[in-house]
């Protein structure tokens, strides 16, 4: 039986498969993950728009936590400072980190009927790409603002951005 991390860590990714698959979009799950990378997202084709590059390619580092809160617009996650420093720095590949934020009770966090399947609350993703380093040892706070809901259409325009090679 999976632990508490695992689980979250299987929601997490279940959540990515969803909202990429609507938009047509296929998640990969890279074998090892040596450099915080626990899914690539990749689009077929150039998005249905004009964009410098086709078949863009979207790198991601998945958390999830039911010990979360939102304060003045955001939401603090503690990062451990190995992802931090992985995140941060400039890499070919764009990455973000994507928070799946679940309900304080467990038993809300998938319910099931014959008319849905519903994965409670919702995920936020943040670039932390060119941020500073950092003096701390075990981990940093990042915060996700709360407009960064991750959502088909939020990922749609995400991708848009790393094919026309703009600044997430």
């Not at 979009?25 to 997202?41: L, T, Y």
């Not at 039911?66 to 003045?72: G, H, I, L, P, S």
């Not at 995920?123 to 088909?152: C, H, I, M, R």
Request: aromatic share 8%; glycine share 2%.
């Amino acid at each position: 039986m999976l632990n508490r991390n695992l689980i979250e860590e299987e929601l997490s990714l279940a959540y990515l498969h969803v909202i990429s698959a609507e938009k047509g979009f296929s998640v990969d799950v890279p074998k090892v993950d040596m450099i915080s990378v626990d899914a690539q997202i990749r689009a077929a084709g150039n998005l249905g728009v004009e964009a410098f590059l086709s078949c863009p390619q979207l790198d991601v580092q998945l958390k999830a936590t039911q010990n979360w809160q939102e304060q003045d617009g955001r939401i603090s996650f503690a990062l451990p400072i190995k992802n931090y420093n992985d995140l941060r720095r400039e890499v070919l590949t764009p990455r973000i980190i994507v928070l799946l934020c679940l309900p304080w009770d467990r038993a809300l966090w998938v319910s099931h009927s014959v008319n849905e399947l519903a994965l409670k609350k919702c995920a936020y993703w943040l670039s932390l790409s060119g941020e500073p380093e950092s003096d701390n040892q075990t981990s940093k706070t990042v915060y996700f603002p709360v407009e960064n809901l991750l959502s088909p259409d939020t990922l749609h325009s995400i991708m848009v951005k790393v094919a026309n090679r703009e600044k997430l």
